[in-house]
């Protein structure tokens, strides 16, 4: 044993109460080297004990001895097999999918805001389980894991367990089939807080969702956090045990819509400074306008652009509008095809299972008004038309046709039924 540790003892032998002296002290190590001695406590808990109780006392004692040295107090690792089979079992967190990686705007800051106030106070658990739902690539995994990475940041102490929901049925499959299911469950029932990718995925999944009702459970009443992504609002999907969804249901869901063109541009650049080719605003703004749905689609433009410039010499900021168009051809061009009337017109009739000539007719019938409008509304959107020839195809005149836009504009806002008609509609007329 080292020398000065020995002296050290001595006092705090003679100083502490026998029972502190022998619970703390007695079984810490201590390894001096050169110029330093190393205090390793047996368990965390001795460490804070430690540092709380005699840290300053050991310092003033060995520096009594010896003013050189330097005194370093750590706890020895923990071969836990528990913490060992969360790292296992976890997805590691993409590095660059952070709060300050994170564009802000009308479209995600409902859900952003939420994440927020969870990663300031865990403990609380005011939204648990909190769903952040949406179309695929408006950014859902990057929020989901900014909210990981925030609280390991904040809190190292806290259990933050990050897993896609492939990955948790990995876990549960390896765990039935090695006869160590109880484990696996005790490793996501040891999370402070977690995190699990596309939860829809879970359908027809019937073993892991059980396992996945009894850890939701336990967590749920111990008060800990559960965050979950879903492509849809939760109540909507099928083939889940209807206990799983009430479980959903019970919480707080939030969306996060395909963002609008400024907040594209915003992620555009953003993204394009981090690849090392800084596009101007004026590009952002034309690639953001031609792309609209999916921020994974901008990343696909945006390594094409970088592939394209790395043979060319140029820098991205040379590229004007023409070259862009060039360099991203298919990518963009069938968003810009331009619609026959004639196409639109047939293609709603075989949808809806009507004949053009009462489409076009007077008559007023349910059954023919709101594909009529529709059509209408379609022909505004998709062909360079004026409204008056628009009009004159259906025969009607300029303000039937507004009226029938604004009608349909404010359905697809609220009506589910029209938002999927228009989206088949679309893609029946080739301009998605
Ligand atoms: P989802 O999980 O909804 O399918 P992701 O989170 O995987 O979408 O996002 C797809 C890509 O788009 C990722 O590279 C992500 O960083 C980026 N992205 C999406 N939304 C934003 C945003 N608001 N700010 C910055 N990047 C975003
Ligand atoms: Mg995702």
């Not at 020895?76 to 296992?88: A, D, G, H, R």
């Not at 900014?146 to 904040?154: C, S, Y």
């Not at 609002?233 to 869901?253: D, F, Y």
């Amino acid at each position: 044993m080292s020398k000065v540790w020995q002296d050290c003892l001595k006092t705090l032998q003679e100083t502490l109460p026998i029972q502190d002296y022998t619970r703390w002290v007695a079984p810490i190590i201590a390894k001096q080297g050169k110029n330093t001695l190393n205090i390793v406590t047996p368990t965390p808990q001795t460490l804070i004990w430690v540092n709380n109780n005699i840290k300053i006392t050991i310092i003033s004692l060995v520096h009594q001895i010896d003013s050189n040295i330097q005194v370093k107090i750590s706890t020895k690792k923990q071969n836990n097999p528990i913490s060992t089979l969360v790292t296992k079992l976890s997805t590691p967190l993409t590095e660059d999918y952070t709060f300050e990686n994170l564009i802000l705007g009308d479209a995600n800051q409902f859900a952003y805001h939420a994440s927020k106030q969870i990663t300031k106070n865990i403990t609380t658990c005011e939204y648990s389980p909190f769903i952040i739902y949406g179309k695929s690539g408006t950014g859902k995994t990057h929020l989901l894991q900014a909210t990981g990475h925030e609280i390991k940041k904040n809190n190292p102490q806290t259990n933050v367990i990050y897993t896609t929901l492939m990955d948790f049925v990995k876990g549960i499959t390896n765990g039935i089939r090695h006869n160590h299911i109880e484990t696996i469950k005790k490793c996501y029932q040891s999370a402070d807080l977690l995190l699990i990718d596309d939860i829809h995925m879970i359908a027809e999944k019937n073993k892991t969702q059980e396992e996945f009702f009894h850890i939701f459970n336990f967590l749920f009443q111990k008060k800990k956090q559960i965050i979950l992504t879903c492509d849809q609002i939760p109540k909507n999907i099928k083939k889940i045990e209807a206990r799983i969804l009430t479980r959903l249901n019970q919480g707080l869901s939030l969306q996060i819509t395909p963002p609008e063109l400024e907040m594209r541009s915003a992620i555009l650049m953003n993204k394009s400074e981090a690849l090392d080719i800084p596009l101007t605003e004026e590009i952002a703004l034309f690639i953001a306008s031609k792309m609209t749905e999916n921020v994974r689609e901008l990343e696909g433009a945006l390594r094409r652009i970088k592939a394209s410039i790395s043979f060319s010499g140029l820098k991205a900021t040379q590229l004007d509008i023409n070259q862009i168009q060039n360099i991203l051809g298919d990518l963009i061009n069938h968003q810009n095809k331009i619609i026959d009337i004639i196409d639109i017109q047939k293609t709603v009739c075989h949808y809806f299972g009507i004949s053009v000539s009462s489409l076009v007719s007077k008559k007023r019938t349910k059954d023919l008004v709101y594909p009529r409008q529709l059509a209408m509304y379609l022909s505004k959107e998709l062909t360079n038309l004026s409204l008056t020839e628009i009009g004159i195809n259906f025969k009607r005149d300029h303000t039937t046709i507004i009226h029938a836009y604004q009608k349909t504009k404010t359905l697809l806002q609220s009506n589910q039924t029209t938002q999927e008609d228009y989206k088949n509609l679309k893609i029946k007329l080739n301009s998605i």
